[in-house]
């Protein structure tokens, strides 16, 4: 057996062997990032969808004149309890640029919240002041989900 035929059967082979490699990292690559992104969101969708919840039940404690006071403390403290575990998640989870104006968009929803215990009723001046401060701040973590997600560029192409 020549020595050339030998060296071509090698580099035949390590050429198979290195784009069978190449192409299952690839491979696990794009699907490791497919998963990420399908995580990234349901928790994005599960946070927006929470927060927009528990900000519906406070503005109909707000509307509720017939509570008293404790009660509305109590409910406005029950309705928002739900909201810290996602925000915890997403703290770990997001990248920053995602962690900042979710928090914003948190600590927006949790002044509705300390509100409404504190007995605010519709029409108050704090009432007007609070829900332009939430929706502004849902629109950066909107936004910026929106940019963590590349959704525009998925759109486009």
Request: contains cysteine; proline residues 3%; charged residues 30%.
């Amino acid at each position: 057996m020549e020595w050339t035929t030998l060296a071509a059967t090698f580099l035949g082979a390590s050429i198979a062997m290195g784009s069978a490699v190449l192409v299952e990292v690839c491979k696990d690559r794009r699907e490791t990032l497919g998963e990420w992104r399908r995580s990234k969101r349901e928790l994005y969708g599960a946070y927006l969808a929470t927060l927009a919840q528990v900000r519906s039940d406070l503005q109909l404690v707000v509307l509720d004149r017939s509570l008293p006071d404790t009660e509305r403390l109590l409910a406005a403290r029950q309705t928002f309890a739900r909201c810290y575990e996602l925000r915890y998640q997403l703290e770990v989870f997001a990248p920053r640029t995602v962690v900042e104006p979710a928090l914003r968009y948190f600590r927006s929803v949790r002044k509705l919240r300390d509100a409404t215990g504190t007995g605010m009723a519709d029409g108050d001046e704090e009432c007007t002041r609070i829900f332009p401060e939430i929706m502004d701040a849902l629109t950066d973590v909107r936004t910026a989900m929106r940019l963590d997600m590349g959704t525009d560029m998925l759109a486009t192409e």
